[in-house]
């Protein structure tokens, strides 16, 4: 959708775009349930990137215990435990800028991937830069959908992150798809952005062909001796205006209530879910920082009326659709 068009959705009265978020919701999730993601670090700290926001840059003094990539067994105790909880997705995530066919920890991760893939859960992954070749041997591992997030504007993004560029995450993401996985990107609110920041980072999410399966809104989660630990807090109005918007740019995404749920009251995650969001990170821990218990979700959840998502382990990629002018996948033919 077209940076107008957002404006204009953006600029109604909340109760106005709500409406709106939730026509579109119910048209193509008539199901009421939401997906429950379980992630895991699977290699914490150390990361040679500055990202403003993130404990697990080598750049901040953070505090975190940097560790090496974790062990098969360990990754497979934890994601039998995230099913066995009602976890359909199982995400690894890992502090590095990206990774290299041909790198002992990269067999090393595929060779994890390839056995949680046969657990039932759809497996996430998020390992930073990707090229082609690498993006073709995590499809084949059994990797469902890969998780890149452009985070904010291209016109903000260098004054978040100055060690890569917005289309070095582009060209991965271009990768990623070509190599048929799902594409998981989104955001985070509270980057110093404007609202009209927000807006551009939907407009590049939604003009991905094919559209991204799911979509993550993080809220900053302060982190302490990182550059961005002072940041004002994002209210929990900023979260549901961006998930209606994501739901309408978006239909048939997964929108993601990420980050920063720790902060939000069970009213307010109530607001987003009826706004639009039908996913969480679930479990206590996200990647360094904290989430809600197992128990307080599962009780949310069932006051609420909705249900857990129940598992789609043979998930395949969305069809790219044929736009000669955007894109020529087929202008050969
Ligand atoms: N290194 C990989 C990368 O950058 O894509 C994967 C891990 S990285 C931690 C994944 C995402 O977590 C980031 O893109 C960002 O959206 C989110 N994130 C990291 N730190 C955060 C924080 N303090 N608050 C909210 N979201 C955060
Ligand atoms: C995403 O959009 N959010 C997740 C996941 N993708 C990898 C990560 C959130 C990290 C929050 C901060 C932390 O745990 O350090
Ligand atoms: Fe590294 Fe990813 Fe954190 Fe950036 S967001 S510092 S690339 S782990």
Redesign the pocket.
């Known amino acids: 959708m077209k940076f107008q068009q957002l404006k204009e959705l953006f600029d109604l009265p909340l109760f106005d775009l709500i409406k709106k978020s939730r026509e579109v919701h119910d048209a193509n999730w008539s199901d009421n349930e939401i997906q429950l993601c379980t992630l895991l670090s699977i290699k914490t700290g150390g ?5 403003s ?2 404990a ?2 080598s750049r901040h003094n953070s505090g975190i215990q940097v560790e090496r990539l974790m062990e098969k067994e360990e990754i497979l105790k934890r994601a039998q435990i995230a099913k066995d909880t009602g976890s359909t997705r199982f995400c690894m995530g890992a ?3 990206g990774v290299r066919s041909g790198t002992k920890r990269f067999d090393q991760v595929v060779d994890t991937i390839r056995d949680v893939s046969k657990l039932g859960m759809e497996v996430c992954v998020t390992l ?1 830069e990707l090229g082609p070749e690498e993006a073709e041997i995590l499809k084949e591992a059994g990797v469902t959908a890969y998780n890149h997030n452009l985070d904010t504007s291209r016109e903000h993004y260098p004054n978040i ?1 100055t060690t890569h560029t917005y289309d070095d995450r582009l060209n991965t993401i271009r990768n990623a798809q070509d190599a048929g996985m799902s594409i998981c990107c989104g955001g985070i609110l509270g980057l110093g952005e404007t609202n009209d920041d927000r807006l551009k980072l939907i407009e590049v999410i939604s003009e991905f062909n094919p559209q991204p399966e799911s979509v993550p809104i993080n809220s900053l989660m302060p982190m302490p001796g990182t550059p961005l630990e002072g940041s004002d807090p994002v209210t929990v109005f900023d979260v549901v205006r961006m998930i209606a918007i994501a739901r309408i740019a978006v239909p048939k995404a997964k929108v993601r209530l990420s980050a920063g749920r720790t902060q939000i009251s069970e009213e307010g995650q109530a607001l987003c879910f009826f706004a639009g969001a039908n996913s969480i990170f679930y479990g206590d821990k996200l990647l360094t920082a904290s989430n809600p218990s197992v128990q307080k979700d599962l009780k949310l959840i069932s006051q609420l009326g909705l249900s857990a998502k129940q598992p789609n382990p043979n998930m395949e990629a969305p069809e790219r659709e044929c736009d000669r002018e955007l894109s020529p996948c087929c202008a050969a033919e």
């Open positions: 990361c040679s990137e500055d990202c926001y993130c697990q840059s502090a590095w800028r930073g992150v």
